[in-house]
């Protein structure tokens, strides 16, 4: 809030100054050359009172940040599962009050309402209409062409199209996970910003428009729109550096359970080198079965396990049931260390 004094003070400043009556000067052959005083260059920028910018450049860098992220993982996510190539960027990152955010946006426009638990309010993501024909199109087995002439989905289409928002729900959680852990939930589906009223018609709201690029043939519009009160208690945290350090920091204990669930089913070749030898071309040829290649390792040696072909283990051949097998009893410290196995 400005006191009076301030306002006052900022009004005088933006007031036209009456011009002041030049001053001659006389030269040697007697012409009279007037100028005008110089104005004073007052440091002062333009204040919209109706109109207040809540985001600042960093607020704005940074949610560009993360929803880049969200691109890049939407056009993964939608690749796999379209079975097309599907670019997404961001193009770019706005402050614009509510009411001017409905009256630029298209009609009819696919738009999901969304939830970000813990944080307050509503966020709306849309898809617009080139977007979400050319989905159901390509997700009914055609080649992924948009229709000509806008119109509303019916409600097959709308039960297509909800499967590629869930999915972009997902890869929008994971994003926002650079900042703060959120649950996002759709709780209400419409087919026009015009329909939906999340914030006052003079709120700020953050627009972050995204270009979807389809086959590389079609293209079409999707955005995102955040009003201020849904970040406004954690606007501290919406910096780049902030970003960065979350991103930087350690994984949570039971995130890394998670990854080493999953890699438990992961498979890696092993193999054990027995030892090495050189050969010429004409010896290698003249091989026939029964032959005995010497190799450069006495049979009392130690074996080498390799995992990924990276050395790992030092191992003792010997036999399991009726299968060949290794004992690994020392892991390799230092891969430099390791001589006679070729490699």
Same mark, same amino acid.
């Given at each position: 809030m400005l006191s009076q004094e301030e306002i006052?003070?900022?009004?005088?400043?933006?007031?036209?100054?009456?011009?002041?009556?030049?001053?001659?000067?006389?030269?040697?052959?007697?012409?009279?050359?007037?100028?005008?005083?110089?104005?004073?260059?007052r440091n002062y920028k333009l204040y919209n009172f109706r109109r207040p910018d809540k985001f600042s450049k960093d607020h704005l860098r940074a949610l560009q940040t993360i929803h880049e *992220?969200?691109?890049?993982?939407?056009?993964?996510?939608?690749?796999?599962?379209?079975?097309?190539?599907?670019?997404?960027?961001?193009? *770019?990152?706005?402050q614009l009050t509510y009411d001017e955010f409905v009256r630029s946006m298209p009609s009819p426009m696919t738009v999901s309402i969304l939830e970000l638990d813990p944080l307050p309010g509503q966020v709306l993501l849309g898809f617009g209409y080139e977007v979400t024909s050319s989905v159901i199109d390509r997700m009914l087995g055609g080649p992924g062409t948009p229709?000509?002439?806008?119109?509303? $989905?019916?409600?097959?289409?709308?039960s297509l199209?909800?499967?590629?928002?869930?999915?972009? /729900? /997902?890869?929008?959680?994971?994003?926002?996970?650079?900042?703060?852990?959120?649950?996002? *939930?759709?709780?209400?589906?419409?087919?026009?910003y015009a329909l939906i009223q999340v914030a006052t018609p003079g709120e700020i709201v953050a627009l972050i428009t995204f270009e979807v690029n389809l086959g590389n043939k079609h293209s079409g519009l999707v955005s995102l729109c955040v009003p201020y009160p849904v970040l406004e208690g954690v606007i501290s945290q919406l910096s780049a550096q902030?970003?960065?350090?979350?991103?930087?920091?350690?994984?949570?204990? @039971?995130?890394?359970?998670?990854?080493?669930?999953?890699?438990?089913?992961?498979?890696?070749?092993?193999?054990? $080198?027995?030892?090495?030898?050189?050969?010429?071309?004409?010896?290698?040829?003249?091989?026939?079965?029964?032959?005995v290649i010497r190799l450069d390792r006495e049979a009392s040696d130690d074996l080498l396990a390799c995992v990924n072909g990276?050395?790992?283990?030092?191992?003792?051949?010997?036999? $399991?049931?009726?299968?060949?097998?290794?004992?690994?009893?020392?892991?390799? @410290?230092?891969?430099?260390?390791?001589?006679?196995?070729?490699?």
């Open positions: 006052d003070s900022l009004l005088s400043s933006l007031s036209v100054e009456v011009d002041q009556p030049a001053t001659g000067q006389v030269t040697g052959e007697g012409t009279v050359v007037t100028s005008k005083p110089s104005t004073d260059k *992220s969200f691109a890049r993982q939407l056009g993964l996510v939608m690749t796999a599962y379209l079975r097309m190539t599907v670019e997404i960027d961001v193009v *770019s990152v706005d229709e000509a002439r806008a119109r509303e $989905l019916t409600d097959i289409e709308q199209i909800r499967r590629v928002l869930d999915r972009a /729900i /997902i890869s929008l959680e994971e994003a926002w996970r650079s900042m703060m852990n959120v649950n996002a *939930s759709m709780v209400g589906f419409e087919e026009s902030h970003i960065f350090h979350r991103q930087q920091s350690s994984i949570p204990f @039971e995130e890394q359970e998670k990854i080493l669930k999953k890699l438990n089913y992961a498979k890696i070749p092993v193999q054990v $080198l027995l030892g090495g030898t050189e050969l010429t071309v004409g010896d290698l040829l003249a091989l026939s079965v029964g032959d990276r050395p790992k283990f030092y191992c003792r051949p010997g036999k $399991l049931k009726d299968k060949l097998a290794v004992y690994m009893y020392e892991s390799v @410290e230092l891969e430099e260390s390791i001589e006679g196995f070729g490699l």
